[in-house]
């Protein structure tokens, strides 16, 4: 196993422009750290930087404690499975598998012993006398799994090695890894992928990176945590709106009241008051802010047990029932429609006026430059 450590890296291009800004992280020994963010904000960058198939343009990289910046590829330990699977067609699958290890010089009885091992993990026992062209995308992407796995290295990383399977052989292959991880692979993994999905159900950590039209901030770590913690306690606007499918609503408004367990904003456009259970000694009354509630936390008031919290009343715009849950869009008087996904089938159409709430410790509450506002544990509100 191999802990990752970066500091302060930096990796910028000819004409000075920089895709990698100051990021300072540390990945233990056996951690799934995924790398999330959206396309353009230097994730597969920093995971080549990793590998050494890009050189830092400053800071420090450390494998289990030595200092990487130099190192060549071949020595710093780490395996990588691509996109695109990188397979030699004119080779076996045992072939393909054991190409590293034939250039290591292995034994013969030691190659052998390890490919048929990763095959018989991998469910590719039948198919070693195959060529890729024979196999289909899920099961070349698991050759390509098992090249890496009989090299045993300290660090495996993965570039989107999904992204390029449909969608049922993408949660099959998402299984078989998370599956290799705890069981079978002894390594630290660094993962890339612009799916959330992916990274909610494989991730032990997640490093949340930023894009968008803040060229200051491309490149940088908007934040890292675990998914949970991500999903229920983001640090900003940018992490709570990525993080979450459907993405959170957001409603802007203007702070009422503030006290050190709670926020009371007026809804523009709307009138509307909300009280979130939140940190408010900082903020000042008539300062402009962002509510924000999920999808799932948009109740429906006339549903029993649904009668407490805060309420507000918008029209049905349009009704999508996918069977065990239905997304109810609603009209907002700017900006995107409200959101809200409830269980079941819901008794409503297009046009229905319904009564919708919000528990105060579901709300979040951001402020004018983005940053969320601290949940107030001590709240009455979310007891």
């Given at each position: 196993m191999?802990?990752?450590?970066?500091?302060?890296?930096?990796?910028s291009?000819?004409?000075?422009?920089?895709?990698?800004?100051?990021?300072?992280?540390?990945?233990?020994?056996?951690?799934?750290?995924?790398?999330?963010?959206?396309?353009?904000?230097?994730?597969?960058?920093?995971?080549?930087?990793?590998?050494?198939?890009?050189?830092?343009?400053?800071?420090?990289?450390?494998?289990?404690g030595?200092?990487?910046?130099?190192?060549?590829?071949?020595?710093r330990?780490?395996?990588?499975?691509?996109?695109?699977?990188?397979?030699?067609?004119?080779?076996?699958?045992?072939d393909?598998?054991?190409?590293?290890?034939?250039?290591?010089?292995?034994?013969?009885?030691?190659?052998?012993?390890?490919?048929?091992e990763?095959?018989?993990?991998?469910?590719?026992?039948?198919?070693?006398?195959?060529?890729?062209?024979?196999?289909?995308?899920?099961?070349?992407?698991?050759?390509?799994?098992?090249?890496?796995?009989?090299?045993?290295?300290?660090?495996?990383?993965?570039?989107?090695?999904?992204?390029n399977?449909?969608?049922?052989?993408?949660?099959?292959?998402?299984?078989?890894?998370?599956?290799?991880?705890?069981?079978?692979?002894?390594?630290?993994?660094?993962?890339?992928?612009?799916?959330?999905?992916?990274?909610?159900?494989?991730?032990?950590?997640?490093?949340?990176?930023?894009?968008?039209?803040?060229v200051?901030?491309?490149?940088?770590?908007?934040?890292?945590g675990?998914?949970?913690?991500?999903?229920?306690?983001?640090?900003?606007?940018?992490?709570?709106?990525?993080i979450?499918?459907?993405?959170?609503?957001?409603?802007?408004?203007?702070?009422?009241?503030?006290?050190?367990?709670?926020v009371?904003?007026?809804?523009?456009?709307?009138?509307?008051?909300?009280?979130v259970?939140?940190?408010?000694?900082?903020?000042?009354?008539?300062?402009?802010?962002?509510?924000?509630?999920?999808?799932?936390?948009?109740?429906?008031?006339?549903?029993?047990?649904?009668?407490e919290?805060?309420?507000?009343?918008?029209?049905?715009?349009?009704?999508?029932?996918?069977?065990?849950?239905?997304?109810?869009?609603?009209?907002?008087?700017?900006?995107?429609?409200?959101?809200?996904?409830?269980?079941?089938?819901?008794?409503?159409?297009?046009?229905?006026?319904?009564?919708?709430?919000?528990?105060?410790?579901?709300?979040?509450?951001?402020?004018?430059?983005?940053?969320?506002?601290?949940?107030?544990?001590?709240?009455?509100?979310?007891?």
């Amino acid at each position: 196993m191999a802990s990752i450590t970066l500091n302060a890296v930096q990796k910028s291009y000819g004409d000075g422009a920089a895709v990698i800004r100051n990021v300072d992280l540390d990945i233990g020994e056996h951690e799934f750290c995924v790398f999330l963010g959206p396309s353009g904000c230097g994730k597969s960058t920093l995971l080549r930087m990793i590998a050494g198939l890009e050189d830092l343009s400053g800071g420090e990289l450390r494998i289990s404690g030595e200092l990487m910046n130099d190192v060549p590829p071949a020595e710093r330990g780490v395996a990588m499975v691509f996109q695109s699977y990188a397979l030699f067609p004119h080779m076996s699958v045992y072939d393909n598998i054991g190409f590293g290890l034939k250039l290591a010089k292995t034994p013969k009885d030691e190659l052998d012993r390890r490919v048929r091992e990763a095959a018989r993990v991998l469910q590719l026992d039948e198919l070693l006398e195959r060529k890729p062209r024979q196999l289909s995308g899920g099961q070349r992407q698991r050759v390509a799994i098992g090249r890496a796995i009989v090299r045993r290295p300290g660090v495996f990383l993965f570039d989107e090695p999904l992204s390029n399977l449909d969608a049922t052989l993408r949660g099959q292959t998402r299984i078989e890894i998370a599956r290799l991880h705890k069981q079978f692979v002894d390594a630290s993994v660094v993962y890339v992928t612009h799916d959330q999905v992916e990274a909610m159900t494989l991730a032990d950590k997640i490093v949340l990176l930023r894009a968008g039209p803040d060229v200051q901030r491309l490149g940088s770590i908007a934040q890292v945590g675990s998914p949970l913690e991500l999903y229920h306690r983001p640090n900003s606007r940018f992490v709570a709106g990525f993080i979450g499918s459907p993405q959170m609503n957001f409603l802007p408004a203007k702070v009422v009241s503030c006290e050190a367990d709670a926020v009371r904003v007026t809804l523009e456009h709307t009138g509307e008051t909300i009280t979130v259970a939140a940190d408010g000694s900082a903020l000042q009354a008539g300062q402009s802010a962002c509510v924000g509630v999920r999808p799932e936390h948009l109740l429906l008031a006339s549903r029993e047990g649904n009668q407490e919290g805060n309420r507000i009343v918008r029209r049905v715009m349009l009704v999508e029932r996918l069977g065990e849950q239905t997304y109810l869009h609603f009209e907002q008087p700017c900006g995107d429609p409200l959101l809200a996904k409830a269980p079941g089938n819901v008794a409503t159409e297009a046009g229905a006026e319904l009564t919708l709430s919000m528990l105060a410790r579901h709300c979040h509450l951001f402020t004018d430059d983005g940053n969320a506002v601290a949940a107030s544990f001590n709240s009455p509100h979310l007891a």
